[in-house]
T-cell receptor, first 113, second 118 residues
């Protein structure tokens, strides 16, 4: 069955430090992968997506993610975190023909001054 | 492009009451999805429409839940005889499909309706 695992429930980084959020997926075919961000009480905003091609994808707000098929991973990175990046981040995979997106449980990012 | 909107943003109700939520998708989007998100979890798929047709329902969607999209535009999600376990954030998303495999679509989410059942 398709699944997404985000191993870190929460992460704390200092403002200006680099960030990497981990995501591992289980999917039988070529996955279609997404990262969304959710601020408290808000809906989800799409950060970036991977469908095919270049395994390093660029997103909004300075985020990027790298698809590694051999590791079944799609980790999200940012070189320098800003306080406004504090939020919950969800990795997701398009599944079941694509229309059912399956989400991980999320990683909450805390940013300290 | 005004994005996906949902109404109300918050709803408090007593157990046993019925509630209805509305979702207005991005105007040209032909697919509309409902998800439920409980605290500390990612969204879970409930159901989706392509135009006005409801094409799939999750086993999470009990008989007390019904969704409609009568004219292929906005959608409503009704919960009858609410239970405390229905307390959650209900998220709506929409997408546009065209040629090619459907799993290349990208879903855009609304702000959600937070339901609290007392």
């Amino acid at each position: 069955a398709q699944s997404v695992t985000q191993p870190d429930i929460h992460i704390t980084v200092s403002e200006g430090a680099s960030l990497e959020l981990r995501c591992n997926y289980s999917y039988g075919a070529t996955p279609y992968l997404f990262w969304y961000v959710q601020s408290p009480g808000q809906g989800l905003q799409l950060l970036l997506k991977y469908f095919s091609g270049d395994t390093l994808v660029q997103g909004i707000k300075g985020f990027e993610a790298e698809f590694k098929r051999s590791q079944s991973s799609f980790n999200l990175r940012k070189p320098s975190v800003h306080w406004s990046d504090a939020a919950e981040y969800f990795c997701a995979v398009g599944a079941g023909g694509g229309f059912k997106t399956i989400f991980g449980a999320g990683t909450r990012l805390f940013v300290k001054a | 492009d005004t994005g996906v909107s949902q109404d109300p943003r918050h709803k408090i109700t007593k157990r046993g009451q019925n509630v209805t939520f509305r979702c207005d998708p991005i105007s040209e989007h032909n697919r509309l999805y409902w998800y439920r998100q409980t605290l500390g979890q990612g969204p879970e798929f409930l159901t989706y429409f392509q135009n006005e047709a409801q094409l799939e329902k999750s086993r999470l969607l009990s008989d007390r839940f019904s969704a409609e999209r009568p004219k292929g535009s906005f959608s409503t999600l009704e919960i009858q005889r609410t239970e405390q376990g229905d307390s959650a954030m209900y998220l709506c998303a929409s997408s546009l499909t065209g040629g090619g495999p459907s799993y290349k679509e990208t879903q855009y989410f609304g702000p959600g309706t937070r339901l609290l059942v007392l």
